[in-house]
């Protein structure tokens, strides 16, 4: 194994935030009991939703594919456990904070019967590239660190450019998170395996595996994990602990010293980025046959009795989880799916866990926000914006809804950490602003599209009109210059032939 | 001296040749005036405006100082970009903007096939044939309303897009 490596690129600003970890890190990953129901939303990615491909009543197997991608983008849903399917029908989803959308809901048998999946006879090793890329599609794995964006596609689309690295992702910056963390304590081996599929896939060299040092355990672990495969391509390395270095662009830049041009992808600069569940999920998959049907989440906040990390089936609702860490506690105020700054508040623990929930956080007292008030163009915003955007410009834009100094000003380069919303004295909440200048740009953006489009179909259409007025006029004077060409003669003809007729 | 002489023709000539050709090739004032406030209108094409179809209207709003508050479904954005644009005064609408998206939808089992809304559509966006069902393409309705009027039926609707 080679030493831990510090020579690191320039994070700009970001915020060094109190971790709230030790709570849930404290015992090892506790396993969920399978529950009576599981809910399995149609949609746990991002793209178009799945398909079901099983019928109401009808008994699955734990691995069975019950839902299968449909469209460009997307990832199969399989049975986390054995059972029938009770139903087909809208349940709440964190995704939309606890609205409705399609899901099918399986009523367990808790026997847990597994579907036997042929173990390939040939190791991963001899497969080739593009082979183990489907492969992965058909294991329904997407990426874990929570954007859910399925891993088959990311792969595909960055082995068409000219990668260099594979940047394995253990920097869990956001508080409170501590799935990933667990995740490489235990389950090192795994993590290490799905690297070295993923580089067998892609044919690449060179593979850093990147953890916080304030992770000793995932260290060491990940450390022994390496020393055991004896894998000189692998590098282990150490970044400090700042808020959002865990960001894909971000960890690139901290990683290579790279920067991840406006608008472009990790794999333009030559790296790809894949979090550290996403690359266990695909060993799980590719050497042991199982499909992404559980994960490691982590149920914490003052609001939850028994703070831990779980390894739950998916489809497990957050009640039945929250139970399992003890209930609520009586401080229980407010729900999150996912980290306290980029999570989402659900309005019902009925919603299940999907393949992007890395944690659970039920939150007490929420420190009262003291009222907006207005910029006063301090620029701490600036100072803290890990993309180096202006925030004080982008929210003056935003209140204009100035769609062309918004895209100048690079709005839609924004991840939505919410360092601004931290930092700032008149207490603005900038990122929420943001999240809806950037659903209106684009939603100008189809109105302009819509528009082009209908303009250019009524030009086509006054264009034909035209056409065949003209048409009808050149016939018309077509026939008047005839009838004068034949003149008197012909009238004379006609007239002839209707008098012979009035004789008959 | 000639040498400042020479230099100084060159460079009229040179200058007058791009202005020239610049003159030449690029639109006249007047209609890329109309070109862009054309940008600015929704393309709906549903005549609210009184004119036949959003360039029409633009054409008016250039050339006569038709008034810029005539286009309902662009609302009151398109009403202060036109002010902008055109250095007026932005004006409230003359009537109201609609609340949501719309799409004409053709109850089929009613319908007689006469065509009559077809011939009104400003997009091509109705199918169909004599005597036989018509439908609407909703992909490309942009609400217009103008094939309610001339269905000898009443078989057309419009309705909220989902």
């Keep these: ?107 367990c048998d808790g026997a847990d019967r597994a579907l036997e999946i042929p173990r390939p006879a040939a190791c991963y090793d001899d497969l080739p590239g593009d082979l183990l890329f489907e492969r992965i599609l058909e294991g329904g794995i997407v990426g874990l660190g929570g954007a859910a964006f399925p891993t088959a596609q990311k792969l595909m689309q960055a082995a068409s450019g000219d990668l260099e690295f594979l940047i394995l992702n253990g920097v869990e910056c956001e508080p409170y998170i501590s799935c990933d963390d667990a995740l490489m304590r235990e389950r090192a081996r795994e993590i290490v395996g799905g690297a070295r599929i993923l580089m067998r896939a892609l044919r690449l060299e060179h593979c850093y595996v990147v953890v916080e040092s304030d992770k000793p355990e995932s260290i060491r672990a990940l450390g022994e994990a390496l020393a055991g495969v004896d894998d000189a391509r692998l590098t282990l390395k150490q970044v400090p602990t700042i808020y959002p270095s865990g960001g894909e662009d971000q960890l690139v830049q901290l990683v290579t010293n790279r920067e991840v041009p406006s608008g472009g992808l990790p794999s333009d600069v030559g790296c790809l980025v894949q979090n550290v569940g996403t690359a266990a999920a695909i060993h799980d998959w590719i050497v042991d046959r199982e499909p992404l049907i559980s994960r490691v989440t982590t149920v914490t906040g003052d609001g939850v009795a028994k703070p831990m990390n779980v390894l739950a089936r998916l489809g497990t609702t957050v009640a039945d989880i929250v139970a399992f860490a003890g209930g609520y506690t009586e401080r229980a105020k407010r729900l999150i799916v996912g980290g306290p700054m980029t999570g989402k508040s659900v309005t019902t623990d009925r919603v299940p866990l999907v393949k992007a929930s890395n944690c659970i956080l039920v939150l007490g007292d929420i420190p009262a926000v003291a009222p907006e008030k207005p910029c006063i163009r301090c620029g701490e915003c600036a100072e803290v914006c890990p993309v180096q955007l202006l925030p004080q410009q982008l929210y003056w834009y935003a209140c204009a809804d100035d769609e062309a100094k918004l895209r100048s000003y690079g709005l839609t380069d924004c991840i939505e950490c919410g360092c601004c919303d931290l930092v700032c004295p008149s207490h603005i909440p900038l990122t929420a602003d943001f999240r809806v200048a950037k659903a209106r740009i684009r939603e100008m953006a189809d109105e302009k599209a819509r528009a082009e489009r209908a303009r250019r179909r009524f030009e086509a259409r006054n264009q034909r009109l035209d056409a065949e007025q003209r048409d009808r006029e050149r016939e018309l004077a077509a026939q008047k210059e005839h009838a004068k060409k034949a003149g008197p003669r012909a009238i004379a003809e006609i007239l002839e032939r209707q008098r012979s007729k009035d004789k008959d | 001296m000639w040498t400042a002489i020479l230099t100084i023709s060159a460079l009229a000539l040179v200058a007058g040749l791009a202005l020239g050709i610049a003159s030449r090739t690029l639109p006249a004032d007047r209609s890329s005036l109309v070109l862009q406030v054309d940008e600015l209108l929704p393309q709906t094409q549903c005549a609210q405006c009184g004119y036949p179809g959003c360039r029409p209207y633009a054409v008016a709003i250039v050339e006569d100082g038709a008034p810029i508050n005539l286009c309902p479904p662009g609302a009151d954005a398109t009403v202060r970009r036109l002010a902008s644009l055109l250095g007026r005064d932005p004006a409230p609408l003359t009537e109201p903007a609609p609340a949501s998206r719309i799409v004409a939808v053709i109850d089929e089992s009613r319908c007689i096939g006469c065509v009559h809304c077809r011939s009104a559509c400003p997009v091509d966006a109705i199918v169909g044939a004599h005597q036989l069902m018509h439908t609407v393409i909703a992909a490309e309705c942009t609400g217009c309303e103008l094939c309610i009027a001339p269905c000898p039926v009443d078989c057309i609707s419009m309705q909220a897009r989902s």
Excluded: F
């Design chain 1, 1 to 107: 194994m080679s030493a831990p490596t510090y020579d690191l690129g320039k994070l700009h600003g970001g915020l060094r935030l109190t971790a709230h970890k030790e709570e849930s890190t404290a015992a090892p990953i506790q396993h969920v009991p399978v529950p009576a129901q599981l809910v399995l939303p149609l949609t746990q990615h991002s793209g178009d939703p799945a398909q079901p491909v099983v019928d109401i009543g009808e008994t699955v197997l734990k691995g069975q594919l019950i839902a299968s991608p449909d469209g460009r983008l997307g990832a199969p849903v399989h049975a986390p456990s054995s059972g029938k399917v009770l139903a087909i029908e809208p349940w709440p989803v964190h995704r939309r904070h606890g609205d409705n959308a399609p899901c099918i809901v399986i009523a």
